[in-house]
Structure formats: C-alpha cells, structure tokens
C-alpha cells in the first residue's frame, strides 16, 4: 500500500473535528497496528479455513459437536465482546471532544467487559470438563479448543493493552488532537470483537 | 455530537438483537442449507457494521477499509460454499 507509506505519521491525528467524528481519509491508529491487524485477521482466516476443511473430513463429528457445547456461554461472550467494542467507540467519541473523564469511564467498562469474558471462557472450559469433553475428545473439539483459546489469549493481551492506554490518559497523553495511540488500541480491540463475529457461529451454532 | 452517540447506541442494541436472533432460530430450526445462509448474511452484515460504525473505517482510507470489508464477504460466502460442496473440498484436501 504505497499511500500508507508516503502517509507522515505526525499527521495522522492533526486537525481532529470537534464533534466526535474521526477525520475523513485518515489511517485509524498508525501503520504499526494495521500491519499487526491484518496479520491477526490472515491468522483467523488460516483458522477458519482449517475448520472448513476439518468439517469436510469429519461432518458426523462436527454435526454432533456443537450440540455438546455450552451455547449459552457462547451467546453471552458474543453479547459481551459487542459491547466492549460499543465501550470503546464511545471512549473514542469522548476523548475527540476532549471528555477525558468519560473516555476513562468507557474504557473501564470495556475492561470489565474483558474480565467477564475470561471468567465466562473459564467456566465453559470447567464445564465441558465435567461433561467429559477435553482436546483429544475428537477434531471437533480439538479445533474448538485450538480456536477458542487462541481468540481468548488475545482478549487477555488486548485487555492489557486498553489498561495501558488507561494509564496512559491518566498520566495526561491523550487528547482531542492527539490520540493515535488510544485509536490504534481501540482498532485493535475491534479486530478481536470482529474475529469472534465469525468464530461463534462457526463453532456454536451451525451444524 | 449528540445524533453521533445515539447511533452508537442504537447500533449496540441491533448486533445485539441480531445475535440473539439468530442464536434462537438457529438453536430451533432443523439444520440445513437456509440457516447456514440466514447465519452466514448476519455473520456479513454484523462485521460490516463494527467494521464501518465501531472501527470508524467508514471514513477511512480506502485500502483499510476494503480490506476489512472484503474479510465480511469473503468468509461468509466460504461459510455457504463449504456447507453446499463438502465432498468437492475434501477431494481437494485429501493428501
């Protein structure tokens, strides 16, 4: 992308509207992160595709194993990680109208979002435990495993990175004109919220 | 300012009524080639709307913002593709 690289990084955030609007043309966050993003989403892509091709080798197991799992837990990590990307875009409206107070609040709601996201993983993986259900269980379960534990490694990272840009407001780094780096933390949430927009109905809900 | 927040607002409780949707039916119904679709068009619709509301790309420079996009048609179209010609992918990934 030949347009990326001739983009100078210092004006990125320049000339940010007042309205909660992001700047038109922009590149959201900075380069760095679109080149981790796109590595992240391709990684998810590799996924899925194994997945396809598992189901194809494999459909009695995979018509079957999805009817085994905890859906509930699925659904409520689904409503979970929406609303945690809907935190966020509200943390991003705030701080271009300069409400650092509000974008801090969002963020710490996003975070919640994130905890309870772990602590629902956890009680699905005890559960499935109890019902007898582990990794070697079959391919179903062993690509279940290898995704979903894979997605919830980066809610754990990602987490950690909007409490860094926590910290980092409060240590007064952002503002309405420069927030490049909340942005490109935001962006990077939203690609974890979105690879889980395809993973949950892959694995919970189609048969 | 104020429009901005509430179509926020109502974009958050749309992906969620969509996910409660389609969980229900999809939970209800018989298995079978009209779900993997319905699922697969929300599967579109739902990454398209946090691609261009949430992830604000909708504004965006246009190789981001494609990109991002074309990860919505893409896999959902695979979603159907791999549901309607299971066997042929197998022949194909058969070592």
């Not at chain 1, 990684?43 to 194993?65: D, Q, S």
């Not at chain 1, 801090?104 to 007898?132: F, M, P, Q």
């Not at chain 2, 074309?70 to 549901?83: E, G, K, R």
Request: aromatic residues 14%; glycine residues 6%; charged residues 15%.
């Amino acid at each position: 992308m030949p347009q990326l690289a001739s983009q100078p990084s210092a004006d990125l955030s320049a000339a940010v509207p007042r309205d909660g609007l992001p700047r038109p043309g922009r590149i959201p966050g900075n380069q760095a992160i679109w080149v981790g993003i796109f590595s992240e989403m391709s990684e998810f892509g590799i996924m899925f595709l194994a997945f396809f091709i598992a189901k194809a080798h494999y459909p009695v197991l995979f018509l079957e194993g999805p009817t085994r799992l905890n859906t509930t837990a699925g659904l409520v990590n689904t409503l979970v990680l929406l609303s945690s990307s809907y935190f966020v875009a509200k943390a991003m409206v705030a701080i271009r109208q300069e409400r650092r107070r509000d974008c801090v609040r969002w963020l710490w709601a996003a975070i919640g979002a994130a905890v309870a996201y772990l602590v629902v993983k956890y009680i699905e993986y005890e559960w499935n435990s109890a019902h007898g259900i582990s990794i070697d269980t079959n391919s179903f379960f062993a690509v279940y495993y290898y995704m979903t534990f894979n997605h919830l490694l980066h809610v754990g990272w990602g987490g950690g990175a909007i409490l860094w840009a926590i910290m980092r407001l409060k240590m007064g780094a952002y503002s309405a004109d420069d927030h490049e780096g909340l942005e490109a933390v935001a962006v990077y949430w939203h690609m974890i919220d979105l690879a889980w927009i395809v993973m949950f109905p892959l694995v919970y809900v189609l048969r | 300012m104020k429009r901005l927040y509430q179509s926020l607002d109502v974009l958050w409780l749309l992906l969620m009524g969509m996910t409660l949707g389609t969980t229900a039916v999809a939970e209800n119904a018989h298995p079978g080639l009209w779900m993997t679709v319905v699922v697969a068009v929300v599967v579109g619709i739902k990454g398209r709307l946090v691609v261009d509301h949430f992830m604000e790309l909708r504004t965006a420079r246009a190789p981001i913002r494609h990109l991002m996009n074309a990860y919505f048609y893409v896999f959902p179209t695979l979603i159907v593709l791999a549901s309607l010609y299971p066997e042929r992918l197998k022949e194909w990934t058969t070592l």
